[in-house]
């Protein structure tokens, strides 16, 4: 039985997978081919459900962040977007520096955008101010959390790659398609050769105002997450499906043809994760995989 530790041993052995810095992983290889072919599952998934496709830029202004109230949420994870300085006499010096990396460290200006934390933040901003009847969306792209020590290559990233799926409309309409998203993610495990387990969840709030947004979150059920084995008894949340009920309608002013706050929800896959628990369940030798492209069964290749 492998576990992410002997899948992630190999691959590095082999030169497939290396960090420049903790929690940054490059791959090449039959495991960038392997993760090319999940990716492109999951966007025939996608296309399948109706949903249009979105090319997101790669940062977001703070202010939209503290609109989403991210701030009071999850500011320890938040990775900032800088640039140098354009004082001519600052960036004289860093040229000049016999240690450039750190007087480059030392001008940077302050930062106005972060990188992209999470896909779904992009659409409440650019549908901000409209009225609708529903909207969806869907964005394959990278993250940035940072965990600290809690980076391990490919199951906890700094930067990782997400494929999201949004909607907004009513909230019998966000049930729906929370739910469809459960059997979705749960069928593409079983068609991939992996043991999954749907659980109620919680967001990792930060402290001082976790105590009862966790509780509500958990009291009304709106995160569930599947769950693969990364072997030894571990497991990791590969998808997640989140009911924000009417916030980000509210904190965007983003209205219902009859007046109310829209609902939202997000189905959101860590594409690494699903590479890792792939590698765990089938091993790191392309000879002993499953042939990736017959996970595309009838019912996820069709619109619901």
């Not at 940062?59 to 938040?78: C, K, N, V």
């Not at 650019?126 to 965990?147: F, I």
Request: charged share 25%.
């Amino acid at each position: 039985m492998w576990t992410c530790t002997d899948v992630v041993g190999v691959m590095r052995d082999r030169g497939e997978l290396w960090e420049p810095r903790p929690g940054l992983v490059s791959l090449r290889g039959d495991a960038l081919e392997l993760l090319h072919a999940i990716e492109a599952l999951l966007a025939a998934v996608a296309r399948a459900e109706g949903f249009p496709e979105w090319r997101l830029a790669p940062g977001l202004d703070l202010r939209t962040l503290s609109r989403a109230r991210y701030f009071e949420s999850f500011p320890q994870w938040l990775t900032a977007a800088g640039h140098l300085s354009d004082d001519t006499e600052t960036l004289e010096s860093v040229a000049r520096s016999d240690d450039p990396a750190s007087a480059a460290a030392r001008a940077l200006e302050p930062a106005e955008c972060a990188l992209s934390p999470a896909l779904c933040y992009h659409t409440y901003a650019r549908l901000a101010g409209s009225t609708m009847e529903r909207a969806r969306m869907t964005a394959h792209g990278t993250c940035w959390r940072h965990e600290g020590d809690r980076l391990r290559a490919l199951e906890r990233g700094w930067a990782f790659t997400m494929r999201e799926l949004v909607v907004l409309g009513s909230p019998s309409e966000v049930d729906v398609f929370r739910r469809r998203g459960m059997a979705l993610a749960t069928e593409l495990a079983g068609a991939l050769g992996l043991d999954a387990e749907i659980v109620i969840a919680t967001d990792p709030f930060f402290a001082p105002t976790a105590r009862g947004m966790e509780l509500l979150q958990k009291v009304k059920c709106l995160k569930h997450e599947l769950m693969l084995p990364l072997g030894d008894g571990r497991q990791v949340a590969a998808a997640s499906f989140n009911d924000h009920e009417r916030f980000f309608g509210d904190a965007f002013d983003i209205r219902l043809v009859d007046g109310t706050a829209a609902a939202s929800g997000c189905v959101a896959f860590g594409v690494e994760r699903w590479l890792l628990a792939f590698l765990v369940a089938h091993g790191p030798y392309a000879a002993d995989w499953p042939v990736i492209q017959s996970a595309l069964t009838p019912s996820l290749s069709s619109a619901s």
